[in-house]
Nanobody
Framework: VQLQASGGGLVQAGGSLRLSCAASGFTLDYYAIGWFRQAPGKKREGVSVISSSGGTTYYADSVKGRFTVSRDDAKNTAYLQMNSLKPEDTAVYYC??????????????WGQGTLVTVSS
């Protein structure tokens, strides 16, 4: 059972990246997916959440209008499209899967993290 986050990299400010969160060993159909990030020296923070149905999404105020969360259950994968990236978006991004969609809920599975670096 594993979640694999990928798609991070180095990008200039204003650029875009798409992160993927692929599940293996279990199906994502019944799970909400949360995206979190942790910058050096800072606490982990919630970025975006998508419900198991895909019908409900949440975004942190800092990324609203720039990031879009989605899921493709046929591919057992969730995505985080990040546009208009800013240097303050630099962090390790994690995906997580859990029964409930929210910020302060328990997530059963966590990916290993993928590093996003935005240069100014």
């Amino acid at each position: 059972v594993q979640l694999q986050a990928s798609g991070g990299g180095l990008v200039q400010a204003g650029g875009s990246l798409r992160l993927s969160c692929a599940a293996s060993g279990f199906t994502l159909d019944y799970y909400a997916i949360g995206w979190f990030r942790q910058a050096p020296g800072k606490k982990r923070e919630g970025v975006s959440v998508i419900s198991s149905s895909g019908g409900t999404t949440y975004y942190a105020d800092s990324v609203k209008g720039r990031f879009t969360v989605s899921r493709d259950d046929a591919k057992n994968t969730a995505y985080l499209q990040m546009n208009s990236l800013k240097p303050e978006d630099t962090a390790v991004y994690y995906c997580a899967a859990g029964p409930l969609a929210g910020w302060d809920v328990e997530y059963d599975y966590w990916g290993q993290g993928t590093l996003v670096t935005v240069s100014s």
